[in-house]
């Protein structure tokens, strides 16, 4: 059984670096692009960025270029998003979801639970 | 970057109606279109992609439609259990872009 499972909800203050995960299991992780959607509370669904873990080729949307990194450890099989420096605009739920075929462009066909990212001072 | 257009934003109906929803994209995207439902506190779900196909375990009483522009998700008999939001995504280009949603009450 394919399943994301991310890690848990954080809440941090402007300024302060993060990095959230997503472990994959039941699927060989090398062979799937994974991606990262936002979803700002309230609001609709953002496309963030993908990653292939087979050779970390990585594509940001132009809107998230430069404000997040993406990331993967093949060895346990764990997908990264990162910040550097959080703005109270970041406070979001981050979902990581799969991509269907070895291919950019396939379809999303699973999704984690997501992880609440809340920044406040 | 491609533009997503649904509508209704807002739709309310009554059980057992066949509702319908709309996608237009802003450019031709041949069948490179999905469809998610959200319920309310939970992650989104794939529902529809390549426009018409299901993904495994989808109730058949989901059935999208279209290609080039205009793409339509039915339901064809509204149950409690569908209340929630429903999103298209194009898969044509990068970035992806989602339609602004769709919610759906009874």
């Known amino acids: 059984e394919v399943q994301l499972v991310q890690s848990g909800a954080e809440v941090k203050k402007p300024g302060e670096s993060l990095k959230i995960s997503c472990k994959a299991s039941?699927?060989?992780?090398?062979?799937?692009?994974l991606g990262w959607v936002r979803q700002v509370p309230g609001k609709g669904l953002e496309w963030m960025a993908i990653?292939?873990?087979?050779?970390?080729?990585?594509r940001y949307s132009p809107s998230f270029k430069g404000q997040v990194t993406i990331s993967v450890d093949t060895s346990i099989r764990i997908a990264y998003l990162q910040w550097s420096s959080l703005k109270a605009s970041d406070t979001a739920i981050y979902y990581c979801?799969?991509?269907?075929?070895?291919?950019?462009?396939?379809?999303?066909?699973?999704w984690g639970q997501g992880t609440l990212v809340t920044v406040s001072s | 970057d491609i533009q997503m257009t649904q509508s209704p934003s807002s739709l309310s109906a009554s059980v057992g109606d066949r509702v319908s929803i709309t996608c237009r994209a802003s450019q031709d995207i041949g069948d490179y279109l999905a469809w998610f439902q959200q319920k309310p506190g939970k992650a989104p779900k794939s529902l529809i992609y390549s426009a018409s196909s299901l993904h495994s375990g989808v109730p058949s009483k989901f059935s999208g439609s279209g290609s080039g522009t205009d793409f339509t998700l039915t339901i064809s008999s509204l149950q409690p259990e569908d209340v929630g939001t429903y999103y298209c995504l194009q898969d044509y280009s990068f970035p992806r872009t989602f339609g602004g949603g769709t919610r759906v009450e009874i």
């Open positions: 979801a799969r991509l269907r075929g070895g291919y950019s462009y396939a379809p999303v066909d699973y």
């Open positions: 039941g699927y060989t992780f090398t062979s799937f692009w």
């Open positions: 990653l292939y873990p087979g050779d970390s080729d990585t």
